[in-house]
């Protein structure tokens, strides 16, 4: 799931569509591996772009020192 996911982060910032299904695919990745720093920082940067600056914390929070 993380390799789709990764194939659309270079669109997703500007395509909606892409976007979408990038966090789609991060947040199930989360719902297997709560503790997935990858999958925490692209739901982070997702949200970001979305301008949800709580759910970009709250992702934040989650990645390992």
Do not use: G
């Amino acid at each position: 799931l993380m390799n789709l996911s990764r194939l659309d982060m270079p669109t997703a910032a500007a395509d909606k569509t892409a976007r979408a299904e990038a966090l789609r695919l991060s947040l199930n990745v989360l719902r297997l591996d709560l503790a997935n720093d990858e999958a925490n920082y692209q739901v982070a940067t997702i949200a970001n772009w979305n301008h949800d600056s709580r759910q970009s914390l709250e992702h934040l929070e989650h990645l390992s020192a």
